[in-house]
């Protein structure tokens, strides 16, 4: 799938993924939603307004408040690429939001998850 592809996919077919991988693992839509907000800035009224818009990634990311400062400490290997080596910004913000939410299917705290 090329990037363009990615791009502009709504995030609101994407979200369900999310929360279905993270309870086959036993953790919860909260802790899903507590990521995204740590990552993006958005509360659960903003996010849910990008829901109901189907809003694309291009446009989730670029809109979002404030990507969090300590993004830049997600390290590892998804989708077969090292995120922190992914140059192409916005690539990379989905890539980080991918790699969050594998981490909480992996039974990671959410203390480490959220770099704190």
Partial sequence: ?????IYKMSFADVYPHYITKAEK?????????EIIF????????TLQHH???KTDFETFFAQAPLINPN???ITGVICGYRV???EEKLMQ??????K????LAKGKSMEKILRS
């Fill in 93 to 98: 913000q989905i890539r980080y939001l991918d």
């Fill in 1 to 5: 799938m090329n990037n363009i592809r």
């Fill in 100 to 103: 969050l939410i594998d981490e």
């Fill in 84 to 86: 922190e080596d992914i």
């Fill in 38 to 45: 740590w990552l993006t800035g958005y509360n659960a009224q």
């Fill in 25 to 33: 693992k036993g953790r919860t839509k909260a802790e899903v939603d």
């Fill in 71 to 73: 993004a830049s400490k």
């Fill in 51 to 53: 829901l109901d818009q």
